[in-house]
Each structure stands twice: as C-alpha cells, then as structure tokens.
C-alpha cells in the first residue's frame, strides 16, 4: 500500500469559540494548526488543508488549500470529501485525516489506522480511546479513508446524510484503539474558551 496523504479538517464553523479559525489560536506560544503539521506531517506522504472561505489566512503553512466541495458547512464528512478529491488528483489510494483544533493527538495515528484496517479487513478506520461506559468512544474526524469511495460518499452527501458512523458502518470501519495518558485524552480538542485553558494545563 502506498502512504497515505494526509488531511488536516479546519472546515467548521467553530460557533463555540464565537467564530474564527480554532487552529490559528495560540498554545504554549504556537498556533494549535503548527502543532498538529508537526504531527502529522511525518506519518504521511504529503499534507493538504481543508477550510472554507478564503485560503489566504492560511497562505504562510505552505500547504495547499481546497474547500468543502458540498454547499452549506455539511459537516466533517464534506472535509473527507474534499480530501478524497484532492489525494485523487495526487493519485493516492488513501488519506489519513486528522482535526485542526487537536493538538495532542498520537504520533503513531497514520501507522495504527492503516495496521487497524488491515487486521479487520475493511476499508476505513477510526481512532477510538477505551470508554467506561461505551466501552469505545470513536473519534470519526481522525481517520483513514479509501479514495476509492469518494463517489459513494459524495452520493451520500448529496443525499443528506451527515453522521460520520452512519456513513463509516456501511462499509465496514476498524477502531484503532490509543489508551489516554491518565487523565490526558490524546484526541482532546479545543471547542470552547475553557478547553484553550486546560489545554495550556495539559502542555
């Protein structure tokens, strides 16, 4: 298998944080959106950013930038999408996504997502973390996504469909598994003003 492209998901609205780009907040002194490239960037063979409106704000990350190719902020499945669409016209066979408003999220994300998919036998797979009561929580904006399926999804979008696990469970999706670091969930993102200050706390 090839290595996969990566896509990092800046495409919400971000309503809690009153708007603006939750990625280009400042942690530790560094934006959120630095943090999570030096993640990601390693794991994959090329990066590409998905965000809506204009792509000059983020114009000195270097990286290209294409937006939701369906109207009306459809949602995180719309940003896999957009990622589909692009690793296709790179000739890839996969894209390995990962949130913009993440800075904590594992080092080993693309490997054990790919290991995940192939033990199982199916297309896609999601991060998850153990969950006292659900047994597993999935985090379906960190994921490895097949190109292969860009139409179907792209169908289903259209169709309105716009809940990640219905869409994933058509088609079968692993659960890569990363145990928390004590009380350090590594898929902790930043919604709300109060998660910028326990991020700062967990740096």
């Given at each position: ?13 971000a ?6 780009d939750k990625g ?5 002194g560094?934006?959120?959106?630095d ?6 960037e ?5 990066l590409?950013?998905n ?14 930038v ?6 009306g902020?459809?949602?995180?499945l719309?940003?896999?999408l957009?990622?589909?669409?692009w ?6 066979d ?7 408003d ?6 080993d994300?693309?490997p ?7 033990q ?7 991060a ?7 047994g597993i929580l999935r985090?379906?904006?960190f994921g ?22 219905l ?9 890569a598994?990363?145990e ?6 590594p898929?902790?993102?930043v919604n709300?003003p109060?998660?910028?200050?326990q991020?700062?706390k967990m740096l």
């Amino acid at each position: 298998m090839k290595a996969p492209l990566g896509v990092i998901l800046a495409g919400g609205a971000a309503t809690r944080m009153g708007g603006g780009d939750k990625g280009l907040l400042m942690l530790g002194g560094q934006r959120i959106i630095d943090r999570v490239i030096e993640r990601l960037e390693p794991q994959v063979a090329k990066l590409g950013l998905n965000a809506n409106g204009d792509p000059q704000r983020f114009a000195d990350l270097g990286l290209p930038v294409f937006g939701d190719s369906i109207p009306g902020l459809a949602g995180p499945l719309a940003g896999v999408l957009a990622g589909m669409d692009w690793a296709a016209e790179q000739g890839a066979d996969h894209i390995v996504t990962a949130a913009a408003d993440t800075p904590f999220f594992p080092c080993d994300l693309a490997p054990r997502l790919l290991l995940a998919a192939e033990q199982e036998s199916v297309p896609i797979a999601l991060a998850a973390t153990p969950d006292p009561k659900r047994g597993i929580l999935r985090h379906p904006t960190f994921g490895l996504w097949p190109v292969a399926l860009r139409d179907d999804l792209r169908a289903a979008l259209q169709g309105g469909l716009r809940k990640v696990v219905l869409w994933t469970d058509r088609h079968g999706a692993a659960s890569a598994v990363f145990e928390s670091a004590g009380d350090a969930d590594p898929f902790f993102n930043v919604n709300a003003p109060d998660d910028l200050q326990q991020a700062e706390k967990m740096l």
